[in-house]
T-cell receptor, first 112, second 113 residues
Framework: KQEVTQIPAALSVPEGENLVLNCSFT??????LQWFRQDPGKGLTSLLL?????REQTSGRLNASLDKSSGRSTLYIAASQPGDSATYLCAVASGGTYKYIFGTGTRLKVLA | ETGVTQTPRHLVMGMTNKKSLKCEQHLGHNAMYWYKQSAKKPLELMFVYSLEERVENNSVPSRFSPECPNSSHLFLHLHTLQPEDSALYLCASSSQGVGTEAFFGQGTRLTVV
């Protein structure tokens, strides 16, 4: 059974810092991995999608890497801003075409 | 705006009420999902529809009844809910097949009193 873990559960950093969020999964047989952002009480916004054959994806200040063999992905946020404050979720598509398994998220607060 | 719209955004209902949540997407996707998000728990997949057929039902109680009349619309009919069913209900859609990106709506915050 696929399990997804995100560490740390919460993170507070001063503005301008570069930071790394971690996601690990127990079964390396995944189709893809997706990073999402969720603001309080809101839905999920897709940030980056990494296919199983890819090693990384970049979008602006965000860079996500994938190491399938070790069951890990990292989301790197450069030059963090207060507007980056949100919960970041990773999800793996695994165990069937339509199964997206989510981690519990990392709650990020960037202090001005 | 992600292209997936959920209504209502907030819903308060009594345990004897019947209500429905609605989800609509105009992204041309043919798979739609219901997820439940409770405090401090990972998102739980409830139902998946592909080409209007239910392909996943993750042991969800029968007081939740999904309906997918066409590839653009998805409903979740609710009846005789319990207070522990209070949560954020999220709808998502994707293209069919592996390796595709999922898009989520803003969710319906449900409170059962």
């Amino acid at each position: 059974k696929q399990e997804v873990t995100q560490i740390p559960a919460a993170l507070s950093v001063p503005e301008g810092e570069n930071l790394v969020l971690n996601c690990s999964f127990t079964d390396s047989a995944i189709y893809n991995l997706q990073w999402f952002r969720q603001d309080p009480g809101k839905g999920l916004t897709s940030l980056l999608l990494i296919q199983s054959s890819q090693r990384e994806q970049t979008s602006g200040r965000l860079n996500a890497s994938l190491d399938k063999s070790s069951g890990r992905s990292t989301l790197y946020i450069a030059a963090s801003q207060p507007g980056d404050s949100a919960t970041y979720l990773c999800a793996v598509a695994s165990g069937g075409t339509y199964k997206y398994i989510f981690g519990t998220g990392t709650r990020l607060k960037v202090l001005a | 705006e992600t292209g997936v719209t959920q209504t209502p955004r907030h819903l308060v209902m009594g345990m004897t009420n019947k209500k429905s949540l609605k989800c609509e997407q105009h992204l041309g996707h043919n798979a739609m999902y219901w997820y439940k998000q409770s405090a401090k728990k990972p998102l739980e997949l409830m139902f998946v529809y592909s080409l209007e057929e239910r392909v996943e039902n993750n042991s969800v109680p029968s007081r939740f009844s999904p309906e997918c009349p066409n590839s653009s619309h998805l409903f979740l009919h609710l009846h005789t809910l319990q207070p522990e069913d209070s949560a954020l209900y999220l709808c998502a859609s994707s293209s069919q097949g592996v390796g595709t990106e999922a898009f989520f709506g803003q969710g319906t915050r449900l409170t059962v009193v």
